[in-house]
């Protein structure tokens, strides 16, 4: 089993967040469940990468060249595959992976975890997406997303739907385990 893992290539200002990622990549591959990601050497997405290899794990980064070019590619993982755009990037990293987790990070964390999300409610797949709630990082956004519900912008179900916690045996288990709810447009 792949798992998308979409995080920051910065470290953040808390150890918490670097601590956290080695611990997720430990118990991954203790549990056999391989990384997928942005195939960077910066910040959480070089820690999750480079700890995961020293746990024998398989490592797949999808890259774009414009970043080959800026000389942040992890050149030490398992399989790298190379693509033109962040689009292809989203897309190639989607098709490889059978679940989704978003640690902290930036922008292109919220991005890459939003596209899936939207991609479940709507029924293109039915992986588990997962946001690693380090520290308390995405307790506002997920109050967001309930005040969402309660303004009727979205179903309560793809809220549900979300796996949130900051416990990595819980999340390995709920991800083992996810039911996908009734696609947006199911009857």
């Known amino acids: 089993m792949n798992v998308a893992i979409y995080c920051g290539s910065s470290f953040g200002n808390n150890k918490i967040y670097e601590e956290s990622t080695k611990l997720l990549a430990q118990k991954l591959a203790k549990n056999n469940l391989n990384i997928v990601y942005g195939g960077s050497i910066q910040g959480l ?16 980064g999808v890259i774009t060249h414009d970043l080959i070019d800026k000389e942040i590619e992890n050149k030490n993982i398992t399989t790298i595959y190379k693509v033109e755009t962040i689009n292809q990037r989203k897309e190639k990293m989607e098709q490889l992976s059978d679940a989704f987790i978003a640690m902290p990070g930036g922008y292109g964390t919220f991005d890459e975890i939003f596209e899936v999300i939207s991609s479940a409610q709507i029924g293109y797949h039915k992986k588990p997406c ?8 995405y307790d506002h956004l997920i109050a967001f997303l309930k005040n969402c519900v309660k303004e009727g912008f979205i179903k309560e179900t793809y809220v549900d739907m979300l796996i949130v916690s900051d416990n990595i045996d819980e999340i390995i288990e709920k991800i083992l385990t996810y039911q996908a709810p009734k696609a947006k447009w199911e009857k």
């Open 45 to 60: 997405m070089g820690i999750i990468s480079n700890e995961s290899l020293k746990f024998n794990n398989s490592v797949t």
């Open 130 to 137: 997962v946001f690693f709630n380090i520290n308390g990082y």
